[in-house]
């Protein structure tokens, strides 16, 4: 069966750390992976999307990888503040033309001051 | 740029009343939209996308003669919870999509916390 795994449902880490998150998937082949950010009670948004064709995108204190022979993509959020807990969300898109999102269940991140 | 705008963010009401849930681009033409629940520490789940001017096209599982979606123009979607019941009680996510989205990622509405009592 398909599934999206996001390691731990919480990850606590000090200010100033990088924090590293993972998304597995099993019996997908999507052609773009996207991770977004939510905070309690509001919508996702989006931060970054990788295509199948890339290894690494970065944008600003923030990294993503894509594997696609381990199935997997790490998140990475060097210099971690405050600001920056929330729950971060993986999401696959297979079409291609992301015409549709499969989401994985999150990672509640909180950085300690 | 790229705003969605969703009305009501929380919204009360009693078993058996019917729910409308707005959701609008504010400042492009979302050619798609996209109506999704999420239960608590779950992941969102998709319910129906809508094209506008045609029939939406509903997730395996969603009654679409309880989950009422209309998307009558390229800014405008609604979701209508007919007959709500308690077990209904969630949280709304509209998401759109139009040609300012071409370099990748969806924009979210902030979300409806719908409460069945």
């Known amino acids: 069966s398909q599934k999206i795994e996001q390691n731990s449902e919480a990850l606590n880490i000090q200010e100033g750390k990088t924090a590293t998150l993972t998304c597995n998937y099993t019996n997908y082949s999507p052609a773009y992976l996207q991770w977004y950010r939510q905070d309690p009670g509001r919508g996702p948004v989006f931060l970054l999307l990788i295509r199948e064709n890339e290894k690494e995108k970065r944008k600003e204190r923030l990294k993503v990888t894509f594997d696609t022979t381990l199935k997997q993509s790490l998140f990475h959020i060097t210099a971690s503040q405050p600001a920056d807990s929330a729950t971060y969300l993986c999401?696959?898109?297979?079409?291609?033309?992301?015409?549709?999102?499969?989401f994985g269940s999150g990672t509640q991140l909180t950085v300690l001051p | 740029g790229a705003v969605v705008s969703q009305h009501p963010s929380r919204v009360i009401c009693k078993s058996g009343t019917s729910v409308k849930i707005e959701c609008r681009s504010l400042d492009f033409q979302a050619t798609t939209m996209f109506w999704y629940r999420q239960f608590p520490k779950q992941s969102l789940m998709l319910m129906a996308t809508s094209n506008e001017g045609s029939k939406a096209t509903y997730e395996q599982g969603v009654e679409k003669d309880k989950f009422l979606i209309n998307h009558a123009s390229l800014t405008l979607s609604t979701l209508t919870v007919t007959s709500a019941h308690p077990e209904d009680s969630s949280f709304y996510i509209c998401?759109?999509?139009?040609?300012?989205?071409?370099?990748?990622?969806?924009?979210f509405g902030s979300g409806t916390r719908l409460t069945v009592v």
């Open positions: 998401s759109a999509r139009g040609t300012v989205h071409l370099r990748g990622g969806y924009t």
């Open positions: 999401a696959l898109d297979e079409t291609g033309s992301a015409r549709q999102l499969t």
